[in-house]
């Protein structure tokens, strides 16, 4: 049960002048050493919060309450001075955009020896000698150390804030949105570095993205989140390419197939936009743009139940849906589509 | 620019070396660009001339010819071959007073220019630091710090520094106090002013994320990327300094047993020189105080419009 990281209802209120705007709304996560926990949702979900919240790294005005277990210690309970020692020690943070989380006027090797210098986890005389074995853990030449970061291609960047994260050996790494700015081939080439930093050293990824492909192609599990909550958890296959939650289901389907001709003459979107945190419809948040939304989502909203995959039953999956949980309206649960049956029956015509 | 000073594979360049050869080429760049500006470099020579003239003073200017009782000359003597200034009402030459008088205009210009920009972009870093990223106490101590600094911004420099300099006892280093202790508000301000700019950025964020503290970011990360703003602003200060050390002086308010332009100016005003139009003993100390304050805004404006590319176009 204690695993690496175990977060635990995790809630994240927002002051502003009028109330507050709850963020981030119950969210349960637990990722054992050597795992990789994807979370996936479109802007607003939360899914940043959440990152910011495990370090205590939100603004002032955000309220957190909940628990955050990092390795049996509650984050959210520590002492400034226990919690300065465990970022990037307990657990580091491949920031969204290496193009400005990079000080331009310092250089690339002193930037790297940051943490270790605060952190003081290598000897003054070795610090030299780790930068240069961490560049060279994610296949930048030594020379680099040297650089500023603007003479740098921004894959090089994305680089040097991995090595960043990695320079405390820490138990888990979160990247936030790590891929996010660059073209698809240097994601590919820095998620098989993340990839194969998991495999050889053993510790737990957190990655958040927007893009369930790359979370289908580099992690076992996904949570997908939907207005601050979780609405759908389970391997990251059946997550991506059997969605239970109607939301997965249309996230799933909005990345167009190529070599098939029904995704590019019918994009399948989502219409509408995602509800306003201040003011959430009643029952299910995700109501209003559901296809196969039924009279008593307007009432119920559901918790997260197991889907029963097959005929094994085993639940590793849960999803928060009327039609998964017991006494569904409609008896075949398996996979629902968004759109509804009118689009499925024209997609396939 | 970039293919030949990437190192090839497996040959040793070493990257110390590659960093000092950058370094170098960087330097050389900079010093064509400012050689580029002609008001800039009118201004680095001027200083550069009036910096060694002051500092081998001693070589060719008899300590003894500066007393009242050791001058040289008559009073009040105009121009001449021999004093190519003329001569006070003692009869010291005011070309020897002048050069003399340049060591401690500068001093007092730069001493004073140092302790405010130091004072003024300690209390604009932590100000700003603490305003954005310190949480409520953090806020109230940044506005503390912000009043104080308005406090002294809206209290006339002048009656201040007048106020101080009588208080404490004479000396080069109450002047020095003086001015530096009221010439740093506005640099307060536009330090404050980056610095909420710098905590903004991603980085900051990033080195909070990797633990760490208030000393560490106001130091490693903010202050480097204020300094420009700071440099700019310490040559600006030091023609402000170097104006108020010599009314300062010429208020009575300087020591009088050293020699400054402005205590010149001051003993030129006591001795009657004005109503006897004695100007070579008026006029050499003002042009000396103009043109160094105008050496050193031009020096300032230079080194920005080389620093600043928007401002590139334009200067020359």
């Not at chain 2, 470099?41 to 009036?50: D, M, R």
């Not at chain 2, 020095?176 to 903004?200: D, S």
């Not at chain 2, 300094?241 to 100016?265: N, R, V, Y």
């Amino acid at each position: 049960m204690s695993g690496l990281l175990d977060v635990r209802d995790l809630r994240v209120t927002y002051a502003t002048g009028g109330g507050g705007i709850p963020a981030v709304r119950g969210v349960n996560l637990s990722l054992d050493r050597g795992d990789t926990l994807g979370v996936a949702g479109e802007s607003g979900s939360g899914k940043s919060t959440v990152a910011l919240a495990l370090l205590r790294l939100l603004p002032s005005t955000a309220r957190v309450t909940g628990d955050v277990l990092l390795e049996g210690e509650n984050v959210l309970e520590m002492k400034w001075g226990r919690l300065r020692a465990v970022r990037w020690v307990g657990a580091s943070v491949v920031f969204q955009g290496a193009m400005h989380s990079l000080n331009p006027v310092k250089r690339i090797g002193d930037q790297v020896a940051e943490p270790l210098l605060l952190h003081r986890t290598v000897k003054p005389d070795r610090v030299g000698a780790r930068v240069t074995e961490l560049l060279e853990q994610v296949g930048l030449p030594a020379s680099r150390a040297q650089d500023h970061p603007h003479r740098l291609s921004g894959g090089q960047r994305q680089r040097v804030m991995i090595a960043m994260a990695l320079a405390c050996e820490p138990r888990l790494i979160i990247a936030d949105e790590a891929t996010t700015a660059l073209d698809v081939m240097i994601q590919a080439q820095i998620l098989a570095l993340l990839r194969g930093l998991v495999e050889e050293t053993g510790i737990g990824m957190l990655m958040i993205s927007h893009d369930l492909s790359v979370l289908a192609a580099t992690c076992d599990r996904v949570a997908v989140m939907y207005a601050g909550r979780i609405v759908e958890e389970g391997p990251a296959r059946d997550v991506v390419h059997r969605p239970a939650h109607p939301y997965a289901s249309a996230l799933s389907a909005a990345f167009p197939k190529i070599g098939d001709p029904a995704s590019r003459l019918a994009p399948r979107g989502l219409p509408g936009d995602p509800p306003d945190p201040a003011d959430p419809p009643s029952g299910c948040v995700f109501r209003p743009r559901c296809a196969v939304a039924e009279s008593v989502c307007a009432t119920v909203d559901p918790p997260l139940w197991p889907v029963h995959s097959g005929a094994d039953g085993h639940a590793d999956r849960h999803a928060a849906c009327v039609h998964v949980g017991p006494g569904s309206p409609s008896k075949e649960s398996e996979s629902v589509d968004p759109t509804g049956e009118t689009s499925t029956e024209e997609t396939s015509r | 620019m970039s293919a030949p000073t990437e190192p090839t594979p497996g040959t040793a360049v070493s990257p110390r070396a590659l960093a000092r050869k950058r370094r170098a080429e960087a330097l050389g760049r900079f010093a064509r660009d400012y050689a580029r500006n002609r008001a800039g470099l009118f201004g680095l020579a001027s200083l550069l001339t009036i910096g060694v003239l002051a500092l081998t003073a001693p070589l060719f200017v008899d300590q003894a010819h500066l007393t009242i009782t050791g001058a040289p000359g008559d009073g009040h003597q105009p121009p001449s071959a021999e004093f190519p200034l003329g001569t006070d009402n003692f009869g010291r030459s005011i070309l020897d007073l002048i050069i003399w008088g340049a060591r401690v205009s500068l001093t007092v210009g730069l001493l004073a220019t140092f302790v405010s920009v130091t004072l003024g972009t300690l209390a604009g870093i932590t100000a700003g630091h603490f305003g954005s990223s310190g949480g409520v106490g953090g806020r109230v101590v940044s506005s503390v710090i912000m009043r104080v600094t308005d406090w002294f911004l809206v209290l006339p420099t002048l009656v201040l520094a007048v106020a101080l300099a009588a208080v404490l006892p004479r000396g080069t280093g109450t002047i020095v106090l003086a001015i530096g202790l009221t010439v740093w508000p506005p640099t307060a301000r536009l330090v404050r002013a980056q610095t909420l700019a710098v905590e903004a950025r991603p980085y900051v964020e990033r080195a909070r994320a990797l633990g760490g503290g208030h000393a560490h970011v106001m130091g490693w990360h903010v202050l480097p990327n204020v300094m420009p703003v700071v440099l700019a602003q310490t040559t600006l200060l030091v023609a402000t300094s170097i104006i108020a050390e010599s009314t300062l002086a010429f208020l009575g308010m300087g020591d009088p047993t050293t020699i400054s332009w402005g205590g010149i100016l001051q003993a030129a005003r006591t001795s009657g020189a004005i109503s006897a139009g004695i100007w070579w003993y008026i006029v050499p100390p003002g042009l000396a105080i103009a043109v160094v304050a105008l050496s050193f805004t031009l020096c300032g404006r230079a080194v920005e419009s080389v620093i600043n590319p928007r401002l590139r176009g334009g200067a020359g």
